[in-house]
């Protein structure tokens, strides 16, 4: 998409440059249009000028609603039409940061960009609330929309489930197709999505919700959930250490790794080392506790029944399960099956 066809650090000083100094002067620091690009607060502002900070708010309404009135504005109005065709186009609906990646061409940019949003009859803001992030629109019926189709999408989410992001954004299609809205490219719907704060995708570019740890990636565990999850079978914890380096390029020591999934619940040791997920149907315990759970689960079972279910639980030799099925709380039955003693019931 190609980008704005003015420079948004010389029409703002332009839109400024009628206005009494005072004016200006709390315009350029509210918004952070100095060579620093330092944006202040109501109350710092007060204090240099030893007014209050609601008097210094009102100054800036009044400033603002000046530049709208001035002919310095009348001679921008084509500039920020421009800046309307491509907010349009990226969705009409956009999350601010995402309206500042994809416009502002530097650093020095991006604080101009806010302003001349701000100051622009044809941009609405609607400010950041514990679901959503700061955003635009320019159709305030599409915005509710969106939102709507946004907060439909993360109440269907499961806390543990990740989504390729193909079949991700089709879930979204489909919650917007619901509301009326169809037929949008894929990049736009990603655009869309950072503007929620309850979903959002892992390093590995799977969505999910963001109270999610397989999503909102804190510490050494999760990244090791992601690694053995796409493994897709059992690892070792230095394979682990390993994965985690190579996937997500961050250097972890296989000891440190270790010592991670042995305190998480996540993760089922299942052999010497070896570490499988949970989720996949792997039951924590020794093998004698995996034993009495099978039997628990599926009745009495024989010796070769026993073997070939702990194996698939456990990576352990054959005698290993004999040994745990002698004596303690199993009991051979007459017709050669293994169930669990009465007392142990």
Same mark, same amino acid.
């Given at each position: ?11 703002s000083k332009d839109l400024l440059a009628g206005l009494p100094d005072r004016s200006r002067r709390v315009l ?26 609601e008097r210094v708010r009102q100054i800036e309404n009044h400033a603002l609603a000046a530049v709208r009135e ?110 009326? #809205? $169809?037929? &949008? ?5 990603? *655009?869309? /999505?950072?503007?929620? +704060?309850?979903? !959002?995708?892992? =390093? ?57 999934? #042995? $305190?998480? &619940? ?5 052999? *010497?080392? /070896?570490?499988?997920? +949970?989720?996949? !149907?792997?039951? =924590? ?61």
């Open positions: 998409m190609p980008g704005l066809s003015f420079s948004p650090k010389s029409t350029t620091d509210r918004f952070g249009l100095s060579t620093k690009g330092d944006k202040r607060t109501l109350d710092a502002i007060g204090q240099e000028y030893g007014i209050t900070r001035s002919a310095a504005y009348r001679e921008a109005i084509e500039k920020l039409e421009d800046l309307k065709r491509q907010v349009h186009a990226l969705g009409g609906v956009i999350a601010e940061d995402s309206i500042l990646d994809e416009l502002a061409e530097s650093a020095a940019d991006r604080n101009h960009l806010v302003f001349l949003l701000t100051l622009g009859h044809h941009f609405d803001e609607r400010r950041e609330t514990n679901d959503f992030r700061t955003r635009w629109h320019i159709d305030e019926q599409a915005a509710d929309q969106i939102e709507k189709a946004l907060t439909a999408l993360h109440d269907a989410l499961d806390m543990n489930t990740l989504t390729p992001e193909e079949e991700f954004l089709q879930m979204f299609h489909k919650n917007l197709k619901a509301l009326g #809205i $169809k037929g &949008k490219a894929d990049d736009m719907l990603v *655009r869309w /999505l950072a503007i929620s +704060k309850r979903v !959002g995708k892992n =390093p590995l570019g799977e969505w999910g919700r963001m109270d999610s740890p397989h999503v909102r990636i804190k510490n050494t565990r999760d990244f090791a959930y992601l690694t053995i999850k796409r493994n897709g079978s059992p690892m070792h914890f230095t394979e682990v250490a390993k994965g985690i380096e190579k996937l997500f390029k961050r250097k972890t020591h296989p000891a440190t790794t270790h010592n991670e999934l #042995i $305190k998480d &619940k996540r993760f089922v040791l299942v052999g *010497r080392g /070896l570490y499988a997920l +949970k989720e996949w !149907g792997y039951q =924590p315990g020794v093998v004698r506790d995996v034993i009495r759970s099978i039997i628990e689960r599926e009745g009495p079972l024989t010796r070769e029944e026993i073997l070939d279910r702990v194996k698939r639980e456990r990576y352990v030799k054959d005698a290993t399960i004999a040994v745990n099925l002698q004596g303690g709380i199993f009991k051979r039955l007459p017709d050669g099956r293994y169930t669990v003693e009465k007392s142990h019931k």
